[in-house]
Every structure is written in structure tokens, then in C-alpha cells.
């Protein structure tokens, strides 16, 4: 065997998944990715319907929770790992992160910056010309 | 497993250069593995066009007036469900076993044509409220976040029925196999971009 040393392709378990993947071993992480989403999910529901938490705090949950699901998703559906032989998909991964957290924040941050020069209604101008 | 085998036998493995060329399946699945993040990357284009414009509804409807939460929670369910039948087709195909890839298939059709159901009923709703993509920037930037993920749903619904074909004209072939890894791989991204669909869009559409 001459494949120790290739990087694992995305979604296999194991370098040679097509003779030596056990079944039960993949429904059990299979499983468990599942129940730890639905357990997420339900988390993410319940957060934003209940009256018991401070309001404000509430979308700063919800991302936590999103982005714990994608963890969960990344981990056991698609079985990218920190292993060696996985260093190429890992890498992959952190780029396409850092672009969407590029793109998400720096739009964020520039139209917030736009809004707050925009020229104020009406009525704000109104008041200033007064006094 | 075989490193140790290896290392028993006295010879240190072959570097990946000295190996020559990984072999097919993982160069395609890699390949593959960077067009998903490119388009997880146009995706969250689409997700800051839809935050930025949130507010801008034009004395229109707001998110929380049109959306019905009982609905997403179960298009949610749907295509976490999928995703996981999905992933027992694959521990099938991995063992080769022929109706367990139809069943687990057949699932994860049926999930997914549930959850495109309810999104294309949901946005006839919405249209006939009035709702329409022209009547807000809230509402175009709605429409193209969620329905460009609804046609990835479509796509990957055609896909599928493309794969039973092969699997049941030409067997697990090589091409047939590293395909449906393909398709594996999209359908679990398309699931981790709806978690973030409906905490951005729905979640906090209604909860501020």
C-alpha cells in the first residue's frame, strides 16, 4: 500500500472508506451528528420565541447556535477532521471562512458607516434649522 | 492502520511525491470540496445583501408580519432529515449494497421535494399578499437568498434522480461512485447553509 501519505478526500471517513468502512461505526457518527443538530436546532427555536431572555441578547445567541450547528455538520456529515491526512480540505475551509467572514462583516460595517452620514429625515432637519 | 504495517516492515511509506498522483477519488471530491466553498461564498454575498437591506421595506410588510415559523420548522426538519438519509445512502453505497442506496435515495427525494413544496407554497403566499420581490428591497433580497437556495434544492433533486439512473443502468462503477460522493458532499452543504438561512432570515426576522 502505497496511500498512507495522500490527503483524505472530503466526506470519506478513512483513506480507503470503499472496502473498509464499517457500516455500524458510520450510522453511529452519522447518528450522533443528527441528534446533536436537532438538539441545536430545537435550542435555536426555542431562543428566539421564549420571553425569558434578555431581548438584545438574542441574535447574538442564535449566531452561536448557527454556527455550533455548522460545526456539527462539518464534523459529522462531512467528516473533515484536524487529522494530517485531512490538511488540504482543512485549509480549503479556513479560506472560503475567511472570505464569507470578509464579505459578511465588511458590508456590515460599510453600509452601518453609510447610514449613519446619510442626510437625516425630514423632521431632524427641520429642528436643526430652528434653533 | 497501515502506517504501523508499514513501520513493522522497517521501510518509511512514500511521501505524497514520491507516490506519483493521489488517486481520482480524492482529487475529484477535493476539486469538488472547492467548488462548494465558492459557492458558499457567493452565498454569503446574497446573506450580507439580505442583512443590509433588512429594514428597507418601503412602508411594505416586515419579516415578522409574513413569516410563519411553524412552516420553517418543519422545512428545517425536512432537510436535516434529508441530510442525514443522505448520509446512509452513502455508508450503502460505501458497502455497495443496491436497495439500501434506493431506500436511502428514495428518502432523501422525498425530504427534499417536501421541503421545495413548502418553500414554493410559502412564496405563493407571500406573492398573493402582496408580498411580491418588487415590492421592497427587503423582499428582492428575500426572494434571491432563499429561492437561490430553493434552486439548489431543485438541482440537487434532478441530480439525484441522474444518479439512480446510473446506479441502476450501469452499477458502482468508478465515475458512478466518485459522482455520488459529489452529490453527498453538495447535499450536506446545502443543509449547512440553510442553518444559517433560517437563523439569519427567519429567527431573527422574527425575533427583532
Known amino acids: ?131 | 492502520m497501515n502506517v504501523t504495517v508499514a513501520i513493522d516492515a522497517g521501510e518509511t511509506p512514500p511521501s505524497a511525491s514520491e507516490a506519483g498522483p493521489a488517486p481520482k477519488r480524492i482529487v475529484v471530491a477535493y476539486g469538488f470540496w472547492i467548488f462548494l466553498l465558492s459557492d458558499i461564498v457567493m452565498f454569503s454575498a446574497l446573506f450580507a445583501a439580505y442583512t443590509v437591506l433588512r429594514h428597507a421595506t418601503a412602508g411594505g410588510p416586515t419579516g415578522a408580519e409574513l413569516f410563519n415559523q411553524g412552516r420553517v420548522a418543519i422545512e428545517t426538519a425536512c432537510l436535516l432529515a434529508s441530510s442525514y438519509t443522505c448520509g446512509l445512502m452513502t455508508l450503502a453505497v460505501n458497502s455497495r449494497r443496491r436497495l439500501g442506496t434506493y431506500v436511502g435515495a428514495l428518502l432523501t427525494f422525498a425530504l427534499g421535494a417536501a421541503f421545495l413544496t413548502l418553500e414554493i407554497r410559502e412564496f405563493a403566499d407571500m406573492i398573493a399578499q402582496g408580498a411580491s420581490p418588487q415590492r421592497s428591497a427587503f423582499l428582492s433580497a428575500f426572494f434571491t437568498l432563499v429561492g437561490c437556495h430553493g434552486l439548489h434544492v431543485a438541482a440537487g433533486l434532478i441530480w439525484l434522480v441522474v444518479m439512480m439512473a446510473q446506479v441502476a443502468t450501469k452499477g458502482f462503477r468508478a465515475p458512478v461512485l466518485r459522482r455520488l460522493q459529489c452529490f453527498s458532499l453538495f447535499w450536506h452543504a446545502l443543509d449547512i447553509i440553510w442553518v444559517g438561512l433560517f437563523t439569519v432570515v427567519y429567527l431573527m426576522g422574527v425575533a427583532s
Not at chain 1, 436546532?41 to 445567541?61: D, E, K, M, R
Not at chain 1, 462531512?78 to 475567511?98: E, Q, S
Not at chain 1, 449613519?116 to 427641520?126: F, I, Q, T, V, Y
Request: aromatic residues 6%; proline residues 5%.
Open chain 1, 1 to 131: 500500500m502505497t496511500t498512507e501519505r495522500y490527503d483524505r478526500a472530503p466526506g470519506d471517513r478513512s483513506l480507503l472508506a470503499d472496502e473498509e468502512e464499517a457500516t455500524s461505526s458510520g450510522l453511529l457518527i452519522y447518528s450522533i451528528g443528527m441528534v446533536l443538530a436537532v438538539v441545536l436546532t430545537a435550542a435555536s427555536f426555542w431562543v428566539a420565541n421564549t420571553p425569558l431572555l434578555w431581548a438584545p441578547g438574542i441574535p447574538l445567541g442564535l449566531a452561536v447556535l448557527a454556527i455550533a450547528q455548522m460545526g456539527v455538520h462539518v464534523v459529522f456529515f462531512l467528516h473533515i477532521t484536524t487529522g494530517p491526512d485531512n490538511t488540504n480540505n482543512v485549509l480549503a475551509l479556513a479560506f472560503g471562512v475567511l472570505i464569507v467572514l470578509l464579505v459578511i462583516a465588511g458590508s456590515l460595517v460599510i453600509m452601518a458607516n453609510l447610514n449613519g452620514s446619510m442626510m437625516p429625515p425630514a423632521e431632524l432637519m427641520d429642528m436643526q434649522m430652528k434653533y
